[in-house]
Structures are given as C-alpha cells and as structure tokens.
C-alpha cells in the first residue's frame, strides 16, 4: 500500500527563454532566498553573478589531486629505481617495500637520475588531477543519485530541451505557501507548480 | 559648434569603417528543441540503410582482426613480416598512426575550447569519440607486439615475480603511461560532456530499460544553475589539463624513436613534429567522418561550411609545418656532417629499396593540403574529401618511412633486409579500421553526436543580454561607441 503522506518540496517556475531567466534570478536573489536554483538546457552566461554564486571550490581540490599524482609517481620511481630514500636517512622505507635500485641505462642510481622520471611524473599528476576533477565534481552538485522531487513534475523534463525554470525550495526561510507563489507570479513565472515529494 | 557632444551620423560620415556580421555558428536560426529534436532524433529513428550497410562490413572485419590476432598467438610471431633488424615493422607503424589520428579530438575538444573557438561545440563529441576509438585501435599493436601477450601485464606498475620493478627510465615504459593516462582523461573528458545530453535523452524516453541505462548514466543531471557553476569550471579544468597531455602524448611517441641512437630518429626535431603531423592526420580522419555524417543525417545547419572551412585551414596550416619538419629533418643530416645520418636520408628519398613510399609521404602530406589556400577548395565537399582521404593515407606513410625505411638499411650493410609485410599484417591492420568504423557507428547509434547543451549555449538568444529586436545583424546603435572612438581625424576637423 502506497502512502498518501507527501511534503513540500518547493515552488517551480517557468520563464520563456534565458533573458527573462536571468532576470527573474536576480529578483529572486535580491528577495533574500537562500535555498533555490535555476535549471536550463545549458549554462547561462552571467548566471552566476545573478544569482550571487560563489566561485567553485573545485580548482583547490584539483590541485592537491595533481600533487598527490606528481608526489606518487616521484615516490614510486626513486623507491624502485633509485637509493634516494636510503640517502636522505628513511631507508626503512625501502626495506619495507623490498625494493633495490634498478642499474640500467648507465644512470646514477641516486636522486639525480631524476630527469628520466619526469615524464612517468607528468602523466600522473595529469591523471590525479583528472581523476579529482571528476569525482570532485560529483562530490560538490551531489550526484549521481537515483531520485529527485523535481522529477515528480510534468513540466520539468523540459528543462533539457527548451525549458527555463527557478525552483524556491520549501527548506528556504522566506518559504510560505502563498508568498512565495505570489512573489513567483509577480516576476513573471509561468505555469507555477507545487513540487511535492512522497515519503 | 560641439563636436565631441553629439554622436556623428553615418549620413555625415559614409567613410565609416564597416563591421561585418560574424557569420552564425548555427545556420537558418534554428530554435533550441529543433536542435534537441534533430539530434535525438538520430538516435531514436531508425538507421538509415546506410547504416546497415557499413555496419555489417566493419563487424567482418573486426572478425577479421580477432582471426588475424588468435592466428597470431597460436603459430607464433613467425607469421608477421619482421625480422632483424625490422622488429619495429608494422604493428609500431600502426600503433603511432592510430593514436596520431586521435590527437585532433583533444585538440578540437581542449585547446580549441581554451582559445574560445566556439564553433569546435559542433565538432567535438565525434570528434572526441574518435579519439578514445583510436586510441583503442593503437593500443591493441604494442600488446600484440611483446610478443607473448599474455606477459603485457609485465608493463603495468606491479613487480614481477622476482621483486624486479619495470625500468621508468625507459621511453617504451613513458609510453605505457603517456597513452593509458591520455585514454583514461579522455573518457573522463567524453563523460563529463555527454552528461547533460543524456539527461536530455533520459527525459525523452518512455519509461523503460532503455530510459533506466540513460538516466544512470546520466547521474541524476537537473541543470540547475549551481551545477552548472561546478560542470563549467570541471569542464575547463578538464580542457587545461588535457591541452598538455595531448602535447606530451605524441611527445613520448616520439621520444620511443628519439630517445634512441638509431641514424634518422635520432632528432630533437621529433616531439613538435610528431605532435602537428598527429593533429594534421586526426582533423583529416575527422573530416572523413563528420562530412558524411553530416550529409546522412542531415546536419548542414549544426556542422557548416564555416566548420569544414575552418578545419581544413588547420590542416593546411599543420600540414605545412609537417613539410617544414620533412625538409629541416633533411637539411640537418646533410648539416650535422654525420654520415649515417645523410646516408639514411638518402636511402629514404633517392635511392633505396621503399623510396615510393617517401613520395607518397611527401605528396599526401605537404602538396595536397596546399589546395586549401583556396577558399574553393575548402568549400567543395569532394574536394576537401579527397585532400582528407591523401592526408589519412599520407600519414601512415608518413609512420612508415620513419620506422621501416631507418630500420630497413641499419648502420651495418650486412645486416641490411626488406620488410616485406605478410598476409596476417595487411589483414590485422585492414581489420583495425572495421573496429573503428563499428564503434564510431554504434556511437552514432547510441550517443548523440553534437553536444546539444553546447550548440544551445553558443546561440544568439542564450545570451541574457540578446535583444530580439538586434536580429538583424549589427544596429546603427551598436557602432555608435565604436564610432565615436574612431573618429577619422579629417571628418573631426570638418565637423569642428
């Protein structure tokens, strides 16, 4: 048996093309919400000064992935190939590791056959960073999930085709029912829709 | 009377300079869901014949290469045409020219987005698809070339039996790292850009098997403008950090050749010259692709005459620098004064066993794209078709001439032989392209091939400013700034 038990999950607002959204994302802003988003078929320039978005902390994350890639690949190559670790007093790490230098090639089998492994160190730190720039990303817009209230609403499909909508969540302070409706149609939102979630 | 306090008419002043209308990046102002409609569509109709038609050959001959590879394993690799001192022979040749063709996806996908080329939203999905497809087809000669493939685990970051750890300081091993991090980005780099567009897939599905595989894929996209932020930024990010990884992929090929003592590869030439021989052959290859692709599907509004002309200026322009590499290359073995290396050159190009294949080299790569300094030529379909199809064979000769013809005539004549490819060779590498042709049709059948969220993105009207009224190119209105800076100083003086 299905329950009829449902909650609020917020306001959702047509506008007819990105002017007019970009326009209503200001108003909404200048309102005071907090909680609320615009969704469109594409990225819209600007958008994110409308809305008072921060920067994306993104570019912190992927720096410090592409460290971690240049930092691994320079320890797994000194530690198989070289005597680095033993020179510099943490021999214990290569005991740990059983490993022994690799003499080849008529190179130094201590730091300074570094030249040879920068490429290997590159390439890493390329896909560190790619890697954190994935997985970073999902992590900060919370996906991939199976589900969202917005995808109980007819119209909201749209939005990946020619459709421009806010939607002003309940969990916003300023929320009312009927305020928010109101302020919805006041800057020009068109087939305004109660979002409901199921629970 | 006040010059400088009124704006100055064009009837006043018919000397002012004229601003032409950029030309649109989508042709016949096509609205956002004729975009979504056209490009869905390709996916949700059915196939046209054609389809069919190229399906079931590529199919064969991907049987084919299966057969060529298990004959391969199973007699020994006696039955490939190398022999010493020609161990590098096809498989290599094969390898660098697959994995050149894949150089433009990245580019058109990466650099082409850092410098703001707009126009590339049209091209890169097919264009980056082809990439990962190449890059598989390369990636399958150097396994098969170690000879016992089972033991190709023994180039992954893992000790072997004995605790020996692989040699990083050897370019074969960069390499391993070079093409299995610049597959992996490129995936990354592909999934994160078709994530929207198969939102919009998903949500145009009946519920179904069909609509569950696209929405998981899909990750739960909504669009909304605070993923957006996040999506644009992990977007460029992706871009910036490929734009060096393209660069040092064909880099590291080349170090493979460059890195070694062998007269003829022995050039620090190699790295810029493996790279825009690679761009040059990749935007050939797309070309072959996306004009038919275009014709079939009917996409002439998305990928225009503005497209093709642009890529085949990129061509000539790579394609030019290729011939600047092709005579430096020469210039500096009769230069150094080192004998083997003069000697090598003119093996290649004047008097030994494969000189043909030189002159293919030179004429597929360096005279055919010259065309193209004719804006006719880069307007007539059949024409940039066959320039593309001189430059896809142009630079597998191009792989040849550097690999079989050195190794062909080595520093010791006694050890001199001809490569002389054998049937499992020819057949291996015809097979290769039924693979890439199959899954660049299963793409076509399954993914969209424009990425619609970018083409909506670069339209007039998304931007918040557009004034519907300005739909006619330029306003009088628009030149006034313009104008009022750039007053010529007689008019000023007359006006004053």
């Given amino acids: 048996m299905s329950t009829t038990l449902k909650r609020v999950h917020g306001y959702l607002a047509e506008f007819d093309n990105p002017q007019d959204l970009y326009h209503a994302a200001e108003k909404v802003s200048e309102a005071g919400y907090q909680r609320w988003d615009v969704h469109s078929p594409f990225p819209i320039h600007g958008m994110d000064t409308a809305m008072k978005n921060p920067r994306s902390k993104l570019p912190w994350l992927v720096f410090f992935g592409g460290m971690a890639g240049t930092a691994t690949a320079f320890t797994l190559q000194t530690l198989t190939q070289t005597t680095f670790w033993g020179d510099i007093g943490l021999g214990f790490i290569e005991r740990l590791a059983e490993t022994y230098p690799t003499v ?55 939005f990946s085709d020619d459709g421009f909508f806010v939607c002003i969540e309940a969990r916003d302070a300023k929320f009312t029912q009927e305020g928010t409706k109101s302020f919805l149609q006041e800057i020009g939102g068109k087939n305004i829709e109660l979002v409901e979630d199921e629970i | 009377m006040e010059a400088t306090a009124t704006a100055p008419t064009t009837a006043s002043r018919p000397d002012a300079p004229r601003i032409l209308d950029r030309e649109p990046l989508v042709l016949n102002h096509r609205s956002y869901s004729w975009i979504t409609n056209r490009i869905c569509g390709i996916v949700e109709n059915k196939q046209p014949a054609l389809w069919w038609l190229l399906f079931i050959p590529s199919v064969i001959l991907t049987g084919v290469t299966a057969f060529c590879f298990t004959y391969l394993i199973s007699t020994g690799v006696g039955v490939w045409g190398q022999k010493q001192p020609v161990a590098w022979a096809w498989d290599i040749t094969n390898f660098v020219f697959w994995i050149g063709i894949g150089h433009a996806g990245t580019l058109i996908s990466a650099i082409l987005f850092l410098t703001r080329q707009k126009w590339r939203t049209s091209v890169n999905r097919a264009a980056e698809a082809m990439t ?39 370019p074969l091993l960069w390499d391993v790292f070079a093409v299995s991090t610049y597959f992996t980005v490129s995936v990354i780099f592909w999934f994160i850009g078709l994530v929207p567009d198969l939102a919009t897939l998903r949500d145009r599905c009946k519920p179904g098997l069909k609509k569950m595989l696209y929405g998981m894929f899909a990750l739960g996209w909504r669009g909304g403008n605070r993923h957006w932020s996040h999506y644009e930024t992990a977007y460029m990010l992706l871009a910036a950090l490929s734009t060096p990884l393209v660069l040092s992929v064909h880099s590291v090929v080349s170090f493979d050749f460059a890195t070694s003592v062998v007269p003829g590869w022995h050039t620090t030439i190699f790295p810029p010259y493996f790279v825009a021989g690679a761009i040059f052959g990749g935007f050939a290859m797309v070309l072959t692709l996306m004009i038919p692709a275009r014709k079939i599907y009917g996409l002439q509004d998305l990928i225009t005459a503005k497209h093709i002309d642009n890529m085949a200026k990129i061509i000539l322009l790579t394609g030019t620098i290729v011939g600047y590499a092709y005579s430096m290359e020469f210039f500096m073995a009769y230069y150094s004064g080192n004998k083997f290396e003069l000697q090598t050159f003119q093996l ?148 004053a």
């Fill in chain 2, 132 to 170: 990962l497809f190449a890059v598989m087809c390369a990636g399958l000669f150097p396994a098969f070339h170690v000879g016992r493939v089972w033991m190709v685990w023994f180039l992954a970051p893992i000790p072997n039996a004995n605790a020996i750890w692989q040699n990083f300081k050897s």
């Fill in chain 1, 104 to 158: 080849v090639q008529a190179k130094p089998t201590d730091f300074f056959t570094i030249p040879a492994f920068f490429p290997v160190m590159f390439e890493l730190t390329i896909l560190f960073a790619a890697f954190t720039t994935l997985f970073g990303l999902l992590g900060l817009i919370g996906l991939p999930r199976l589900n969202h209230p917005l995808f109980a609403s007819k119209q909201f499909p749209k």
């Fill in chain 2, 348 to 495: 290649r190009a004047l008097y030994g066993p494969s000189t043909w294949y030189y002159y293919c080299m030179f004429g597929f790569n360096v005279f055919a794209p010259q065309v193209f300094w004719f804006r006719w030529a880069r307007h007539n379909l059949w024409a940039v078709m066959l320039v593309c199809m001189c430059v896809n064979a142009g630079m597998w000769y191009e792989r040849y001439v550097i690999i079989v013809t050195t190794l062909e005539r080595h520093l010791t004549p006694g050890s001199w032989r001809t490569f002389e490819a054998t049937w499992v060779d020819n057949w291996t590498f015809i097979g290769t392209f039924g693979l890439f042709m199959m899954l660049f049709l299963l793409f076509l059948r399954f993914l969209p091939v424009i990425a619609i969220g970018e083409v909506k993105g670069v339209l007039p009207q998304s931007d918040p400013h557009y004034n519907p009224d300005r739909e006619k190119g330029i306003q009088e209105e628009d030149l006034m700034d313009y104008r009022d800076r750039h007053v010529p100083k007689a008019a000023a003086e007359a006006t």
